[in-house]
């Protein structure tokens, strides 16, 4: 895997430090049953699909599929081969889903076939897959004008084994009309030896009109890329204009064919980091200060320094230079009580007071990689003295004896990390080298949602106990992926639900929702002022706002099989029903 070059950077002003817990609300859900007229088309997993990636492809397949450029409009596709369509306007008028377009060709008899897919690439186009390896492309007009609109196939192609679409995109370039489409097969790998026996083929396809403007309409594949790796992607989709991928997986993947020719391996170039460069300052921390030592050209006088501190941020420079320090500091600092001082015209000393006494500093200025910290001689002999026991040859080398061991067996499977570690890559379509590395590390990969379709999806990572939602942007070099939400400690809330199947956020994050295999919805509301004065028994603090957590119970026993929320509605799917639960007015 290359090397990490990039880390995600949070937005502290979208934590909250006090968040305590959700607080169980039995404010009555109004919930709908819409029984479907022909079962929802599943596909079981066959005998010889039984590796774990097989299962989170599509045995944890989520079948119904939520139009991000409409409101409140889902689709599934029937045991008929029908494309099926449900949108609400009114809860208390819902009608049966209506037919959309029904797959040319009979599927029944595919003994091979997946489950059929279907992705949204713009208002007026949709890529669908019957499962049996043929690609549709259909344009359907603006799908939220009209329901009696007629869908039309541009685009129908059979592009080899069967697949799942996971990402597309349209767009148009030079007058050129194209769609881009990412698919997921699970291949038979003899080469893979040592592991499962099986690889992950992601194949990108680029569909473009090849007609004049005087000519009708024709498209056809204008380029082909194929990406192979190990596991099964948590998040893959296309950037704007198609220019490049972004792949979240525990494993890397790799081009290994263009336009049916294949691609060399070759050694890649080291990926481009800063310089290695001296320090332009060097920091030390205490529980209650900071000192900072900044180097100073040569000849420097105490005239031309300029030096601007406030609570949160610090600037130090020189007259007529670029700033030696600028940015904001990690944490609130006394400006009465900081201090600075020049010393011998080469370096200048300065003496920040916390505001907070006792939490130490990770970094001095955030995102600042031009100092060095300078760890204290007694620091280091007290952290060297707390680790002992860490390699001592005793099991327990703590002077406390009473204390045992930490076991970790006593662990909760929510304190528990996969072992593997994933990451999240930026690839470019053009050099197909990847140029963005992110190590994601303990942070769990928890779900993909859709916030605005003009943009790429949005992913959702635990960060300790909390989900962060993180919405990427390729044109961004800087910030290419943004802390855009925060739901507090579902995080933690959700690795306890054993039963777990979907997880899902509301576009304008005011909710989340997971639901469990049968039966079960849980909601978790986003903190909310309350209307009664509440105290906190324990630390006595007034109580302004609290989190709900509100449970759903759906009247079937069947598997669920589908589940989108949208800013009023979740919706969710099984083999005969159709639930949708009024979530916000």
């Not at 849980?522 to 509100?550: D, E, M």
């Amino acid at each position: 895997m290359a090397a990490s070059n990039y880390s995600l950077k949070v937005n502290r002003q979208l934590l909250d430090p006090n968040f305590e817990s959700y607080r169980l609300s039995l404010d009555p859900l109004p919930m709908y049953n819409i029984e479907l007229d022909s079962a929802v088309a599943e596909i079981k997993l066959r005998d010889n699909q039984y590796t774990l990636d097989h299962m989170r492809a599509f045995g944890m397949y989520n079948y119904l599929h939520i139009d991000p450029w409409y409101e409140d409009s889902v689709y599934y596709v029937d045991q008929k081969d029908r494309v099926l369509n449900l949108t609400v306007t009114l809860d208390t008028a819902l009608g049966k889903p209506r037919e959309v377009f029904r797959m040319p060709s009979d599927l029944s008899c595919y003994e091979n076939r997946l489950c059929a897919s279907m992705s949204f690439p713009s208002s007026t186009w949709l890529a669908l897959s019957d499962g049996t390896g043929k690609l549709y492309l259909l344009r359907t007009s603006k799908r939220g004008e009209s329901a009696h609109t007629q869908w039309e196939i541009f685009f129908n192609q059979d592009i080899g084994e069967p697949f799942i679409i996971i990402n597309s995109l349209s767009y148009v370039n030079s007058d050129i009309h194209s769609v881009e489409v990412l698919l997921l097969r699970i291949d038979k790998d003899e080469s893979n030896v040592k592991g499962s026996g099986f690889s992950v083929t992601i194949e990108w396809l680029r569909v473009t009109n090849t007609s004049r403007q005087d000519q009708e309409k024709k498209y056809e594949i204008s380029r082909r890329c194929v990406l192979q790796g190990k596991s099964v992607p948590h998040y893959a989709a296309i950037e704007p204009k198609g220019e490049g991928l972004m792949i979240a997986s525990e494993k890397p993947f790799k081009f290994i064919e263009v336009d049916g020719k294949p691609v060399e391996d070759s050694v890649d170039k080291p990926m481009e980091v800063e310089e290695k460069t001296d320090p332009i300052y060097y920091w030390q921390q205490t529980a209650e200060d900071i000192t900072i030592t900044v180097r100073l050209p040569e000849g420097a006088t105490k005239q031309a320094i300029k030096f601007k501190l406030s609570t949160d941020k610090l600037c130090v420079g020189l007259c007529e230079y670029a700033p030696l320090i600028d940015g904001q500091l990690y944490s609130l600092v006394d400006t009465e009580v900081s201090t600075w001082t020049m010393k011998d015209e080469k370096s200048l000393e300065i003496t920040l007071q916390k505001k907070e006494e006792g939490p130490m500093w990770p970094e001095l200025v955030m995102g600042d990689r031009r100092g060095q910290f300078v760890l204290d001689q007694a620091q280091a002999a007290i952290i060297h003295e707390q680790l002992t026991h860490l390699t001592s040859e005793d099991l327990n080398a703590d002077p406390e004896k009473d204390k045992p061991a930490c076991n970790a067996q006593e662990l909760e499977d929510c304190d528990i990390f996969p072992e593997d570690g994933s990451s999240l890559t930026r690839i470019d379509g053009t050099s197909l080298k990847a140029t963005h590395v992110v190590n994601l590390g303990s942070h769990q990969y928890l779900f993909t949602v859709d916030v605005n379709p003009e943009e790429m999806p949005s992913f959702c990572l635990r960060h300790d106990v909390d989900a962060l939602l993180w919405q990427p942007h390729a044109n961004d070099p800087n910030n290419m992926w943004e802390h855009t939400a925060t739901f507090n400690a579902l995080g933690y809330v959700q690795a306890s639900k054993r039963d777990k199947k979907f997880s899902t956020c509301a576009p304008n994050y005011s909710y989340a929702a997971l639901c469990e295999c049968l039966r079960r919805v849980f909601i978790y509301r986003q903190p909310s002022p309350v209307a009664t004065v509440l105290y906190n028994r324990k630390q006595g603090r007034q109580v302004g706002q609290v989190a709900k957590q509100q449970v759903a119970s759906l009247d079937s026993n069947d598997a669920v099989l589908g589940f989108r929320a949208t800013n009023e509605r979740l919706f969710v799917l099984t083999s005969k029903n159709l639930f949708v639960i009024k979530v916000n007015n």
